[in-house]
């Protein structure tokens, strides 16, 4: 159910707001502004990795002014973008927030769903021809339909929390190079922005808004992201310097069509299909981003009187890299050198219009990255691909013992849906046929373990189960859970070369820092998860968790 915004403020009454209540509305510390910042595809040791070549305004500010958590581990087993973002946002595990996966089979529709798709919020369109971009995002490739919401978010998050705490008086916005991770972090009460691979415009839909803002119009039609038509993606510094200087061709890092797999990266011409793709797998995404966020920050005036504001940054680039080149390549880093002097750029940015004594910064990621098996193998390891025709085959093998010919409704990793309808009318026990296909896979080679669903309630206290556990809907999640053997991907060789998206700590390791007023500048080392995170910036806020939060406080970044 949705109400039109009038009438929201109208419940609220917050329509015309005095300026009586402001003084009782400060935040302890005078935070005006909460900024998330989230880089998609960060491990964490990324970051210890680089830290030498960073300068002192990027990720050393933070890493010099906050309370930054070494070992952050997300607890739930599909460590995809939308369901991390989500847990960021909300506090709550993906069996409340029912963000299980980038995509989950419809049972009833019987076909793949996109998590945020919403034909009921279509795109606003920035421009009269505004599809150019061929897609390339391997999820959102899947998706049914153009339109875009919150819809199937099932918890409110920090964002919401602020609308309600502030009576609807806090601005509350994300931007994104994804749809789906600006869609997270926005919630149902803020707007969100993000980069088209289609146009290079940043966009939005009717869930958010009836028209574009001025101001975002005005930015759109600048076209800044076709000033990089024509040009490259060359290393900012002499190849010595780097710690990966070895790592640039090598044969199973993809090549994007042309985008060739060394540097320079030359970007297509105006007008070319993958242009805007480009410039996501290239530090310009989130150049693009952050050029977008400041005109944002200053036309919304975000940060301006004690209310606080939320704005939420989601960059892209990182993921985009990582999934053509892997986390071990020069191009990923390259891509975080520059991120480093982006966010150097950001922060300038913000204490200029805000003040970062007003301003409370929290950097986190929406899961970590693995290398790809081939590369794994080469250093020794046992690693390889799974190919996903041959795990349904192995399944309906398995069926074939209770008579079931093609037992399997549908795959797409990590979930297996199984044919109800045929177990059903084969008058079999559901649960003996899904615990019997789960133990064949378990044998299967590159399998760890497949877990049958219905029964992890009575399956004891293994980590992995309860990962598992933390990431099952009752009608979203499939009946039985694949988990990979560490280093293995449980898709071929094709357009993409790395992944994440395991619940092995390559994929659930995460930085998480909060610096702003009055947080000390300290490293902690105990384990800690990022569904603190919500609760933590609510705390530091004077405000009631998010609904569904589930996480503990970091309480060394509160005093
Ligand atoms: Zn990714």
Do not use: H
């Given at each position: 159910m949705r109400f039109p915004r009038f009438f929201l403020c109208m419940l609220l009454g917050t329509c015309v707001a005095g300026n009586a209540t402001l003084a009782n509305a400060q935040s302890r510390q005078d935070i005006r502004l909460v900024l998330q910042i989230t880089v998609d595809g960060l491990r964490a040791d990324l970051l210890n990795r680089y830290q030498a070549s960073f300068g002192k305004d990027g990720f050393q500010y933070l890493l010099r002014q906050g309370t930054v958590y070494t070992n952050a581990q997300y607890q739930h087993a599909n460590t995809e973008t939308i369901v991390g973002h989500t847990t960021l946002a909300t506090g709550a595990f993906p069996s409340q927030h029912g963000m299980i996966g980038n995509v989950w089979f419809d049972r009833e529709a019987g076909e793949l769903a996109y998590n945020i798709e919403d034909a009921d919020a279509p795109l606003l369109p920035t421009r009269k021809q505004s599809s150019t971009g061929e897609q390339v995002d391997p999820a959102q490739k899947l998706a049914r339909t153009q339109g875009r919401s919150p819809a199937v978010i099932l918890v409110p998050t920090l964002g919401d929390g602020l609308a309600a705490y502030?009576?609807?008086?806090?601005?509350?916005?994300?931007?994104?190079?994804?749809?789906?991770?600006?869609?997270?972090?926005?919630?149902?009460?803020?707007?969100?922005?993000?980069?088209?691979?289609?146009?290079?415009?940043?966009?939005?839909?009717?869930?958010?808004?009836?028209?574009?803002?001025?101001?975002?119009?005005?930015?759109?039609?600048?076209?800044?992201?076709?000033?990089?038509?024509?040009?490259?993606?060359?290393?900012?510094?002499?190849?010595?310097?780097?710690?990966?200087?070895?790592?640039?061709?090598?044969?199973?890092?993809?090549?994007?069509k042309g985008y060739g797999r060394t540097f320079p990266h030359r970007f297509g011409e105006a007008g070319s299909k993958l242009l805007y793709t480009q410039l996501i797998v290239s530090p310009v995404g989130d150049l693009l981003e952050l050029d977008f966020s400041k005109a944002l920050i200053s036309n919304e005036q975000l940060g301006q009187d004690v209310v606080p504001d939320y704005l939420s940054i989601s960059f892209s680039s990182v993921d985009a890299t990582n999934h053509f080149f892997g986390p071990s390549s020069l191009e990923n880093e390259e891509v975080i050198r520059q991120l480093d002097r982006t966010l150097a750029d950001l922060f300038k940015f913000i204490d200029k219009t805000v003040g970062l004594e007003h301003t409370l910064i929290v950097l986190s990621a929406d899961h970590g990255m693995a290398d790809m098996p081939e590369y794994m193998t080469e250093l020794g390891y046992v690693a390889g691909r799974l190919v996903p025709e041959e795990i349904v085959a192995a399944a309906n093998q398995a069926g074939q013992q209770f008579g079931v010919d093609e037992v399997v409704r549908f795959f797409f990793r990590p979930y297996l849906y199984l044919n109800d309808e045929k177990i059903a009318a084969a008058k079999l026990d559901q649960l003996e046929v899904e615990q019997a296909i789960a133990n064949a896979l378990t044998d299967f080679d590159g399998i760890n373990l497949a877990v049958a669903t219905s029964r992890l309630s009575e399956q004891g206290t293994d980590p992995l189960l309860d990962q598992v556990r933390n990431n099952q809907h009752t009608t979203r999640s499939g009946d039985i859970y694949i988990i990979q053997e560490p280093y293995w991907f449980l898709f071929d060789e094709g357009p993409i070369a790395s992944m994440h998206g395991s619940p092995w700590r390559y994929d659930t390791h995460v930085p998480i820092i909060i610096s702003g007023p009055d947080i000390d500048a300290q490293t902690i080392h105990r384990l800690v998860h990022p569904v603190d995170v919500a609760p933590t910036i609510a705390a530091l806020l004077g405000m009631t968790p998010p609904a569904a939060a589930s996480g503990t406080l970091l309480k060394e970044a509160l005093k």
């Open positions: 502030y009576g609807g008086r806090s601005k509350i916005f994300a931007v994104s190079g994804k749809d789906r991770s600006a869609v997270a972090m926005a919630g149902q009460t803020g707007k969100a922005f993000w980069f088209s691979t289609d146009n290079g415009d940043f966009i939005t839909s009717r869930w958010y808004y009836d028209a574009y803002p001025e101001w975002a119009s005005r930015w759109n039609g600048q076209r800044k992201a076709e000033e990089y038509a024509g040009t490259e993606w060359a290393r900012s510094s002499d190849k010595s310097t780097y710690l990966l200087a070895g790592q640039d061709d090598r044969p199973y890092e993809a090549d994007l």
